[in-house]
C-alpha cells in the first residue's frame, strides 16, 4: 500500500473497522479472566452474538452496547447450563466453546444448524480426549457432548493443516489445566496468521 502524505493543515482520525476474529478470541480469554474486561469498538455478528449468548448460559455477565462490552471473568470456574449451548453456523463459536466447556467438569452439549452438523470436528475432539476429556459425537460432526471431568491438560498433536482454529481453541484454555500443555503440530500451518491474533490476545491479557 502506498501512502501519500496531503499537507492541507488538516488532521484526521480513522478508527479500524472491527474484527470478530479478534473479538471472538477476546471473549474468551475475558470470560476466563478474573474480573472486568472492557471490549472497545465490538463487532455484532452471528458468530459474536451466538458466542456471548453461550458465555451467558456458562455463567459470565457481560453487559454489550454499541460503543463497548463489558464482561465479568470467572477465573476459569463456569456454571453448569442448563441447556444445551446453541451456535447456529457460527464456526468460530463452536470450535472455541468446544474446548472452553470442559472447565465446566460435567456433560455440555454443543450443536448448530444443519449446515454445521455438516462440519468435521474430529480432530480437536481426539485432542481433548487426549487430554482426558470424554467426547461424544457422530463420528465427529456436530453436535457433541463434552464431559471434562476427567481433563488435565497435557502433550498434544493436532494436524494444523485442518483448521488454525482448532489449535487457537487449545491454546487459550491452557493457562487453565492441571498440567501445562504442549502442542506439537504436524503438516502445513493453515491460516497462520489466525494463531497469530490468538497469541496477540493472550499477550494482551498478560499472558505469555
Known amino acids: 500500500m502506498k501512502i501519500k502524505t496531503i499537507e492541507d493543515g488538516n488532521s484526521w482520525v480513522v478508527t479500524a473497522p ?3 476474529s479478534y473479538m471472538n478470541r ?3 480469554i475475558a470470560a476466563l479472566a478474573k474480573g472486568k474486561t472492557v471490549l472497545k469498538n465490538p463487532v455484532y455478528c452471528d ?15 457481560i453487559t454489550a452496547t454499541e460503543k463497548e ?5 470467572t477465573g476459569g470456574k463456569f456454571n453448569f447450563p442448563k441447556k444445551k449451548l446453541y451456535v447456529g453456523n457460527a464456526g468460530t463459536a463452536f470450535r472455541f466453546l468446544v474446548s472452553l466447556v470442559v472447565m465446566c467438569k460435567g456433560r455440555v452439549m454443543i450443536d448448530g444448524d444443519e449446515r454445521m452438523r455438516k462440519r468435521p470436528i ?8 487426549k487430554m482426558g476429556a470424554h467426547v461424544e459425537s457422530k463420528n465427529g460432526y456436530p453436535p457433541v457432548v463434552i464431559d471434562g471431568k476427567n481433563f488435565k491438560g497435557g502433550k498434544v498433536t493436532v494436524k ?4 488454525s482454529q482448532f489449535i487457537s481453541s487449545l491454546m487459550m484454555i491452557a ?5 501445562p500443555v504442549e502442542i506439537t503440530l504436524t503438516g502445513k500451518i493453515t491460516s497462520k496468521p489466525y494463531i497469530d491474533i490468538t497469541c496477540d490476545v493472550i499477550t494482551q491479557f498478560g499472558g505469555k
Open 18 to 20: 472491527p474484527s470478530k
Open 26 to 28: 477476546a471473549l474468551i
Open 69 to 73: 462490552v463489558i464482561v465479568i471473568g
Open 175 to 179: 493457562p487453565y489445566t492441571d498440567e
Open 122 to 129: 474430529v480432530d480437536l475432539l481426539k485432542a481433548l480426549e
Open 160 to 163: 494444523s493443516d485442518v483448521s
Open 47 to 61: 458468530d459474536t452474538k451466538y458466542m456471548m449468548n453461550s458465555l451467558r448460559l456458562l455463567g459470565v455477565k
